[in-house]
């Protein structure tokens, strides 16, 4: 995989160099006005477009942000993103309204040395995320237009098989930028030759969304500690009433023959031992104060749902991390939003800080909960941009835009 400093080697003064950004951030209305809410990919992605653009190039900046179905949705601009981006650069970051057509164009074409623009969000045109070869190189054709080199930088999409990550790199000279080089590297070292003890914390919503990573992970880790709604699917395969608590019961057999395997692997597999429990899901928009029980992980009331870990399991957990040399943790443990649920999720950001292991915080919500409970990012080895990214990586599967970038 060609580096960017290589390609800076060989000269980008005067050169249109097409940033594959991932500038999706979460946004947020105030007063009607639109906010970012965390502006972490952003400040990611800026090193590698401050560096062409001191070098003298004219850096056209692309993203995807959301779901906006291949048409225009003004929920979704980047225009937002282009203006923080400004801001963290201290310089003037043009914006084209469109991606490739005619305020692409005047757009690209009005950069001087040195100059950035950002485009509309790429997923505007449908063939951004097209599963047709042909429509999607289409549109790789015209994104080539507005270029002559290709650097990859957007670390959170390389799992897609999109335009901009996996076509576009075939029609240009390519590099990749410092974040995808830096992401691959940490990755390495959760693959390879891995420092023990290795412990893995595995949150979020659903069990399915992590089912090939743990079964991977089987192979490989020395303890996995399960949190968040997925963990109140292994409860119920223990046998434990979980109430209204998030529930896939389709994957029960599965999560029982994962356990089975972690005990005849010698993988210590640690579920929670209390829980908060309410009634009622909290109002994330008004922040009304919640009421809720601490509970025994196998007492919850038929009436109540499991929203974070308890007192007891937040001491668990930072035991099981204490010791360790390496450290990965992808999805929060509760619903950190609300100040009454996020005490799980902020002790296991607190263990990984206290821990003296190389610790890897798995994007996605995780990196999000890390800056939204006040934690200093310098304190963990290292931030992913890409959640899912991160786990495919560690699935062992192959990632389109990674392997575009390695031709």
């Known amino acids: 995989m060609k580096t960017i400093d290589e390609l800076l080697a060989e000269g980008v003064s005067g050169k249109r160099v ?79 309204t469109d991606t490739v057509g005619a305020s692409a164009k005047e757009t690209v074409a009005a950069l001087a040395d040195g100059q950035v623009a950002v485009i509309e969000n790429l997923r505007f045109n449908a063939g951004e995320t097209s599963k047709d070869d042909a429509e999607r190189g289409a549109f790789a054709d015209q994104l080539a237009e507005l270029a002559d080199i290709y650097v990859g930088d957007g670390f959170g999409a390389v799992h897609r098989k999109h335009a901009s990550v996996f076509d576009l790199p075939a029609r240009l000279p390519h590099a990749a930028g410092y974040l995808i080089a830096t992401e691959v590297g940490v990755l390495k070292k959760l693959t390879a ?125 930072a035991s099981k991390i204490a010791d360790a040399e390496t450290v990965f943790w992808n999805g929060p443990v509760g619903v950190f939003e609300h100040p009454a649920y996020a005490e799980g999720t902020r002790a296991i950001a607190q263990a990984l800080v206290d821990s003296s292991a190389f610790t890897v915080v798995g994007g996605g919500d995780s990196a999000a909960a890390v800056r939204t409970l006040g934690f200093d990012e310098n304190a963990f080895g290292h931030i992913s941009t890409g959640g899912g990214a991160s786990l495919e990586y560690l699935e062992g599967k192959t990632l389109p835009g990674l392997a575009a970038l390695e031709v």
């Open 18 to 96: 097409f940033v594959r950004a991932d500038l999706n951030v979460p946004l947020a209305q105030n007063g009607g006005v639109t906010e970012i809410s965390d502006d972490g990919r952003i400040r990611a992605v800026q090193p590698t477009i401050a560096k062409l653009a001191e070098a003298g190039a004219r850096v056209i900046v692309a993203s995807h942000l959301g779901r906006p179905k291949g048409t225009p949705d003004p929920a979704f601009s980047l225009a937002p993103a282009a203006a923080r981006l400004g801001e963290l650069l201290g310089a003037d970051v043009a914006f084209a």
């Open 193 to 317: 030759d891995v420092k023990r003890p290795y412990v893995v914390i595995l949150g979020g919503a659903k069990v399915s969304d992590k089912l090939a990573v743990i079964d991977e992970l089987l192979g490989k880790a020395d303890r996995i500690l399960i949190g968040g709604g997925m963990a109140y699917t292994f409860l119920y395969a223990k046998g434990y009433e979980v109430g209204i608590s998030l529930l896939q019961k389709d994957q029960v057999d599965i999560v029982r023959e994962y356990m089975a395997r972690a005990e005849k692997n010698g993988v210590e597999l640690v579920l929670p031992v209390d829980i908060l429990a309410s009634k009622d899901f909290p109002d994330l928009k008004t922040m009304a104060p919640a009421e809720f029980i601490t509970v025994a992980a196998d007492k919850i009331p038929a009436d109540q749902e499991g929203l974070d870990i308890g007192p007891k399991t937040r001491e668990l957990y």
